[in-house]
């Protein structure tokens, strides 16, 4: 004979079953109605809907850097873009952004210098005799989270008219809810993606400089996968340019570093990806091809 308590037990499990089953074809009802009549900003449209909005749209607003073969394969720097500038210490990272805002005068560029002060920055350039470039820095650092840097680059947008923003480094900038990371790769991520969603909230490309891996071999042009994060970074970022000094081996095994330089585009939503080979001269970089070089070169650089 079966026992009554167990014959009740299967009895209201079966009962709270049809009752789940009802509650969730009501809800489904519910939702297909409010659906039909939804008109949000995340609406399902056709493609077709789509594509009348993107042709008839203008032209997108490029920032063009104003070297010609680099200017070929990225193809333009868009509103919104966020562009990964990498490469190893004293390859010329810094140096080349530098020479590029020289480039940028009517685009306001706010530089946010974490790693070297804007002052070391406007020394080299008073050493060599020049004008600074039309461009803005905060007086001090006193902060190193994405937080802060939105409130910079509201700030250089209200006064100055900022359409470019140039962060030096990566490294050196903390996401905000940091401690929630468990490890460097989610921290280096979750950074870069806070910093893409302000590219979006501004309507404005940043630049964001950025180390390789402390074991990449300084005598070989460093690939995207030696950056750090590249991973996380690679689904984020829109650009990535790897920068290279051309480094040998003397006869004894000793480094020699030269002034010819390699820009390496690895990562291009929008263009493609190759070199470009420059030579650096008194802080300024020019397209050329390389001339066979011996000994070191001018060791200044950013």
Same mark, same amino acid.
């Given at each position: 004979m079966l026992d009554a308590n167990k014959i009740f037990e299967r009895l209201h499990k079966e009962i709270r079953k049809d009752e789940e089953s009802l509650e969730k074809l009501q809800a489904l009802k519910r939702l297909k109605e409010e659906v039909k009549h939804y008109n949000g900003s995340d609406k399902i449209v056709p493609f077709e809907d789509i594509y009348k909005r993107v042709k008839n749209n203008p032209p997108a607003e490029k920032i063009y850097t104003g070297w010609t073969k680099l200017d070929s394969i990225l193809k333009g720097i868009r509103k919104k873009h966020l562009v990964i500038w990498a490469g190893i210490t004293k390859h010329g990272k810094t140096s080349l952004a530098m020479d590029l805002?020289?480039?940028?005068?009517?685009?306001?560029?706010?530089?946010?210098?974490?790693?070297?002060?804007?002052?070391?920055?406007?020394?080299?350039?008073?050493?060599?005799?020049?004008?600074?470039?039309?461009?803005?820095?905060?007086?001090?650092?006193?902060?190193?989270?994405?937080?802060?840097?939105?409130?910079?680059?509201?700030?250089?947008?209200?006064?100055?008219? @900022?359409?470019?923003?140039?962060?030096?480094? $990566?490294?050196?900038?903390?996401? =905000? +809810?940091?401690?929630?990371?468990? %490890?460097?790769?989610d921290r280096i991520e979750q950074t870069v993606r806070q910093i893409k969603a302000l590219c979006n909230t501004f309507d404005i490309p940043i630049i964001l400089i950025a180390h390789v891996n402390k074991n990449s071999r300084a005598d070989k042009n460093p690939t995207f996968e030696d950056l750090k994060g590249s991973s996380g970074i690679g689904?984020?970022?829109?650009?990535?340019?790897?920068?290279?000094?051309? @480094?040998?081996?003397?006869?004894?095994?000793? $480094?020699?570093?030269?002034?010819? =330089? +390699?820009?390496?585009?690895?990562? %291009?939503?929008?263009?493609?990806?190759?070199?470009?080979?420059?030579?650096?001269?008194?802080?300024?970089?020019?397209?050329e091809e390389w001339e066979e070089t011996s000994g070191s070169g001018d060791l200044s650089m950013f």
């Open positions: 805002t020289f480039k940028l005068k009517d685009y306001n560029v706010l530089w946010l210098p974490i790693e070297e002060s804007a002052e070391e920055l406007i020394e080299k350039i008073v050493e060599r005799g020049e004008e600074p470039p039309k461009s803005f820095a905060p007086e001090n650092i006193t902060s190193v989270d994405t937080d802060w840097i939105q409130f910079k680059i509201a700030e250089g947008k209200v006064r100055f008219g @900022t359409d470019l923003v140039i962060i030096d480094n $990566l490294s050196w900038v903390s996401p =905000v +809810n940091e401690n929630k990371f468990d %490890n460097k790769s689904q984020i970022a829109d650009k990535a340019v790897l920068i290279w000094r051309e @480094t040998k081996r003397g006869s004894n095994g000793e $480094l020699e570093i030269t002034n010819n =330089v +390699n820009c390496s585009v690895q990562l %291009n939503r929008q263009g493609g990806v190759g070199n470009v080979k420059m030579v650096y001269r008194d802080g300024h970089f020019t397209e």
